[in-house]
């Protein structure tokens, strides 16, 4: 498969392989609404967002982008945006609202019919089963931080897999435990909002083996299920050679803590003491369970990180010291574009990502990245048109990345935006912009931005065409 070039520019359009998936993403609490319909129970974020200070504006996820109620208008957009799958996820406070115990059946019921509705329309249900909406009862019992929350997300798992059985799509047990114990248990910016290094440690194990636990679920009640899970991973680069034992470090702990149990069964020498889960918490069968196989790694990347060496004890403006880590700071290069959330876009990160994660890859195992996108300052211009022109070359740089990774031998087998559609961004309440589509929250229309028609060509051809904003205006 090679890369032809049709405008004469010297760029290239890229045919992706026969069959490669495309896909959009979003996740439950972000999109949802509807928190108290059909006796759907509180989750963390629920108390988060509704706790001042926690959310920007003070916004919540209590109508978002009002799915529950849409669904079936939003379902028909993804046919109008030509997509193959789409990727959603269960709310565990509607399937059992206290976390455990009796099944709520009309939540149970809202995404079977959801599956069910997506296979009518000719799209492939990915469904991802914890994408961080623990049900407040779990937590106040120590949520993440207590082992037990493991196997009570392991029954939750059992209870959807046997209550929507083998729809022919894919399971996605966890997403993203990275962000869960480090924003979540240390840092405190997300749900539950715990300042804790310990509690963080404790959530690093018990998330994994929350994924090995529910994996054993699905490899029982589902035998011929795609089973995988989905981590953020970021390139790790050092600023120079002084700089290169601390990025290892780095990279140890933003990315192998939780990519080297699942691929390998052990947690990563380089990371720090007080990062890593105690041996105490980790029981003998953990780290079996944790590596047992998967059929896909998902991976959400959206920006590299870059580490030097400097005196932390001055503040610069560019500069973040990692913590407990004396004298190191992760910094933004001042050459590299940035997006609307202040992160860096560099898709030879990407590239690097895919290239090293497929080194450790076990045969068979396939990779799709189930999340790339970018913020952007999106509004609707006098025309009535949304033109994120800088969203397109973002998402034109990374596919092209994404592409070249295919081409040098990684397992690539599909590619999901984050997201459909504008929606709840955690700490960002509203006022961070992801979608391919517009959301106008007050009276919840949805406008498709220019992005959507270049990323519907994309899909429809199969093939990245030569970035050319001229010609993306008119398809
Ligand atoms: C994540 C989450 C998404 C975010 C997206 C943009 O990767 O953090 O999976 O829920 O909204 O990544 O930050």
């Known amino acids: 498969m090679t890369a032809s070039n049709v405008n004469g520019s010297g760029e290239v359009a890229r045919p992706f392989p026969e069959g490669f998936l495309w896909g959009v993403a979003c996740s439950s609490y972000q999109i949802e609404g509807a928190v108290h319909a059909d006796g759907r129970g509180r989750s963390v974020w629920d108390t988060f967002s509704h706790t001042p200070g926690k959310v920007l504006r003070g916004d919540t996820g209590d109508i978002a982008c009002d799915f529950y109620n849409r669904s079936d208008e939003d379902l028909d957009l993804l046919i109008a ?32 019919s959801l599956v069910e509705r997506l296979l009518a329309r000719n799209i492939e249900p990915v469904l991802t089963l914890y994408h961080w909406d623990l049900p407040q009862s779990l937590e106040d019992l120590g949520g993440w931080a207590n082992r037990d929350t493991a196997e009570r997300f392991a029954d939750f798992t059992q209870i959807v897999a046997e209550g929507i059985g083998d729809f022919g799509g894919m399971w996605i047990t966890v997403n993203e435990p990275q962000v869960v114990a480090s924003h979540g248990y240390r840092t405190g910016e997300h749900a539950p909002g715990h300042t804790d290094d310990a509690l963080a440690a404790a959530a690093t194990h018990h998330l994994l083996l929350g994924h090995g636990l529910a994996l054993q679920r699905l490899r029982s009640a589902l035998p011929a299920a795609r089973v995988g899970i989905t981590l953020d991973l970021h390139a790790v680069r050092a600023q120079d050679a002084e ?15 939780f990519l080297d149990p699942v691929l390998q069964g052990r947690y990563p020498a380089l990371a720090r003491e007080h ?21 896909f790694l998902g991976i959400n990347y959206y920006s590299p990180v870059y580490v030097k060496l400097t005196d932390t004890s001055v503040p610069h403006a560019d500069e973040t010291p990692i913590a407990g880590l004396p004298g190191v ?17 560099e898709p030879d990160g990407l590239y690097d990502t895919l290239i090293a994660v497929a080194a450790d890859l076990p045969p068979g195992c396939k990779m799709y990245i189930t999340e790339n996108g970018c913020a952007a300052e999106d509004y609707v211009n006098p025309e009535g048109s949304v033109e994120d022109v800088e969203r397109i070359e973002y998402l034109h740089g990374h596919l092209a990345a994404a592409w070249r990774a295919i081409q040098d031998g990684v397992p690539l087998a599909g590619y999901f935006y984050w997201s459909v559609y504008d929606n709840f961004e955690w700490g960002w309440g509203y006022q961070k912009r992801f979608g391919l589509v517009f959301v106008e929250f007050e009276s919840q229309r949805r406008l498709p931005k220019r992005s959507a028609s270049f990323y519907q060509g994309v899909m429809s051809a199969n093939e990245l065409p030569p970035l050319d904003l001229q010609i993306a205006s008119t398809t």
């Open 81 to 112: 945006l030509g997509v193959a799958a789409f990727r959603f996820s269960v709310a565990w406070p509607r399937i059992q609202p206290t976390g455990s115990g009796a099944v709520n059946q009309p939540g149970l019921d809202f995404y079977r």
């Open 243 to 257: 700089a290169e034992a601390a990025a290892a470090v780095a990279e140890a702990e933003q990315n192998g803590l």
């Open 275 to 295: 990062i890593l889960p105690p041996a105490s918490l980790i029981e003998d069968g953990d780290m079996e369970l944790i590596s047992a196989p998967i059929d």
């Open 329 to 345: 700071a992760t910094y933004m290069p001042i050459e590299l574009p940035r997006t609307s959330m202040g992160w860096l876009s």
